[in-house]
């Protein structure tokens, strides 16, 4: 597969796959990203998966692996872990998540820091939690933080897990959780993949 061609032959109707080995394009068009290596000055394919192309840069996006989160998902976790400060989230993540307990609005837009002994409150282990990514997710200790103003634990839910490839990118999914009454507890999500 040759990536070699000008901007006015990009128009790539969906994804293009690939396999572990192939030679995308030369290493001098273009630089190589995650998922590529440069042998014998060709970008080739460490993993098999769709090819992304983001101006000069060359990578490809594993068919199967662990999902990252980035700014700006939804993300539906579980407490694995509480600590004085702070809980450990398993976000089905490649690590668990670290949520600093300061960052947690509870209803009525009270900060959960400042509401008295709130560790004790909310401190149960295996509590479902959702919550927004809103700053930078560093990499390395995948901190989240919540963008939603109110804490909504989620009880009798279910949790339905997609490759992130089988997702359009931008696509919103609505009412995704509805209480009882009908009422969204999660209006829209937008899947920034």
Not at 95 to 120: I, W, Y
């Amino acid at each position: 597969m040759d990536l070699d061609f000008d901007d006015d032959d990009l128009d790539i109707d969906g994804p293009k796959l690939t396999y572990p080995g192939e030679p995308l394009t030369s290493s001098q068009a273009f630089m190589r990203g995650h998922g590529t290596y440069v042998d014998n000055d060709e970008v080739i394919a460490s993993v098999a998966g769709t090819i992304e192309r983001v101006n000069k840069l060359i990578s490809v996006r594993a068919v199967r692996t662990r999902y990252n989160p980035e700014v700006g998902d939804l993300v539906v976790g579980r407490i694995t872990e509480v600590q004085p400060r702070r809980w450990k989230v398993d976000a089905n993540s490649r690590q668990d998540a670290v949520l600093m307990l300061s960052s947690v609005n509870l209803p009525g837009g009270v900060q959960a820091r400042k509401v008295f002994d709130a560790e004790a409150v909310y401190s149960n282990r295996n509590d479902d939690i959702d919550d927004a990514t809103r700053t930078a997710i560093s990499r390395v200790s995948n901190i989240i933080r919540v963008l939603a103003a109110q804490f909504t634990p989620l009880t009798d839910a279910v949790l339905l897990e997609a490759y992130d490839w089988a997702v359009e990118q931008e696509s919103d999914v609505k009412d995704v959780l509805q209480d009882d009454f009908g009422e969204a507890l999660v209006a829209t999500i937008s899947a920034r993949r």
